[in-house]
């Protein structure tokens, strides 16, 4: 865990220095050259910038932004979503980090999306430690059983053959910070008792972790807010952040009063006239069920036990609470965390044999409640599934004073990728020039022009 030091700027950030053009510039964002669009100085005014959407992506562009700030770049964050602090499908996730597929095969740039999470976690947690205590937050801990990061690891077992072949495969090329461990159904079965092991083999991530993704969020978001104070406290005053709990109808509404708009709605995206149907991503909502283990089971989940990968996923809460997912309905426009009665039973329906599969011990565990996200689902590209990143102003169309951006299509990822791209997308913004961007983020707009 970081200090609370930790939220004071990067007195050396590798893309200075700078050099001032006047935000009332027109045109697309500048290719292969490292003036920024952005500069502020002591005598003229702050950055403004305007990130739609709270969630994994928008948070994490916050604090970049912010962590850039300086006495020659002075930034005004305005944060717009209807629904607050992980309102949308970042809330709802599962929570499960590690950087490698289901095949345990390392992911795009794995190494640097795993440091990079695990740097915004440690920032996060040492902003929620270091919070003043008030009933409201006590009330919330106790709602919570207290943890950010859960470091208990996660299993997968092999669950045939083929399976085995791959994934033992693949885990020889697995990082040094985040082994995956081949052990037998003994050792297997010693972490997670009952555990199902029917090939006698599972793959074992000790560094990886669980999230309380809602908490996380409130967390960085606190950790923003902490930033901006030092930042006033040290002399750089100026640099502000703002909530508003809104909805941002078309972008054109923001013309004027903003110098780069950043969107990071997910699914969301495509609610903006002047995005829609205009981007290549596929919605998925996905169910999670939450369980909990009844007072007279008294056997309950050993609380360093790890979480469980396979077809259905186990997320531990604690020692008699876990999350179960997820389930896959494709094209969903449904937008609402809620679930009804009948889309639970059906998710349960479905969750449950894939789940007892792998441990047996959850026909013991009652249903708590459940809760949905709409996820935005990438292409797939010869590096996988990415996000997509990039300037959009000739989407959105028109000559603009504002510079627009998209970080979106985070998919099922949204927690590894979001640390290193939110990084990406903050530096180039700052510096007006795409080419910062990894060319395997923003091919997706030259495909979508041609």
Not at 137 to 165: C, H, S, W, Y
Request: one cysteine or more; charged letters at 20%; aromatic letters at 8%.
């Amino acid at each position: 865990m970081l200090p609370p030091s930790c939220f004071i700027r990067n007195p050396c950030p590798t893309f200075l220095p700078w050099e001032w053009k006047s935000p009332g510039s027109r045109g697309g964002c500048s290719r292969g050259t490292t003036s920024s669009v952005l500069l502020s100085s002591p005598s003229q005014r702050p950055v403004r910038c305007a990130l739609l959407g709270a969630g994994f992506a928008g948070l994490s562009v916050a604090w970049h932004l912010l962590q850039h700030s300086s006495k020659e770049l002075r930034v005004c964050i305005d944060i717009y979503d209807e629904v607050g602090i992980g309102g949308g499908a970042s809330g709802v996730s599962g929570g499960l980090l590690h950087p490698y597929s289901p095949k345990a095969k390392l992911l795009w740039r794995g190494a640097e999306c795993w440091k990079e999470s695990l740097n915004l976690l440690s920032i996060a947690e040492a902003a929620w430690h270091s919070r003043e205590s008030t009933s409201e937050t006590q009330e919330f801990d106790q709602e919570l059983n207290g943890f950010i990061v859960r470091r208990g690891g996660i299993l997968r077992p092999a669950m045939d053959i083929k399976n085995l072949n791959v994934l033992n495969d693949n885990a020889q090329n697995c990082l040094a910070s985040c082994r995956i461990e081949p052990i037998d159904k003994d050792t297997a079965q010693s972490l997670v008792p009952k555990l199902c092991v029917p090939f006698n083999t599972a793959f074992y991530m000790p560094k990886a972790v669980n999230i309380h993704s809602q908490r996380y969020l409130q967390a960085l978001f606190l950790a923003c807010e902490n930033l901006v104070k030092e930042l006033s406290t040290s002399g750089f005053g100026g640099t502000k952040l703002c909530l508003h709990k809104k909805s941002v109808n078309k972008l054109l509404e923001l013309q004027g009063e903003y110098d780069a708009v950043i969107i990071c709605l997910g699914a969301k995206a495509d609610m903006l006239p002047e995005l829609s149907g205009r981007l290549p991503l596929r919605t998925c909502r996905g169910v999670i069920a939450h369980l909990q283990l009844p007072d007279n089971i008294g056997e309950d989940y050993s609380d360093h036990s790890p979480s469980i990968l396979s077809d259905a996923w186990l997320a531990i809460q604690g020692p008699r609470s876990l999350y179960m997912g997820s389930t896959w309905e494709w094209k969903s426009r449904n937008y609402l965390p809620n679930v009804s009665a009948e889309e639970a039973t059906k998710a349960l329906q479905e969750l449950l044999p894939k789940a007892s599969a792998i441990y047996p011990g959850i026909k013991d565990w009652t249903f708590a409640g459940a809760r949905a996200g709409l996820r935005a689902m990438p292409p797939l590209t010869p590096h996988g599934s990415l996000p997509l990143l990039g300037c959009i102003n000739d989407l959105v169309g028109g000559n603009h004073t504002c510079k627009y951006w998209l970080f979106g299509g985070l998919g099922s990822r949204g927690l590894l990728y979001h640390g290193l791209l939110g990084k990406l997308i903050a530096q180039a913004v700052l510096l007006g020039n795409e080419d910062l961007i990894p060319s395997e983020l923003t091919s997706w707009r030259r495909k979508s022009n041609s």
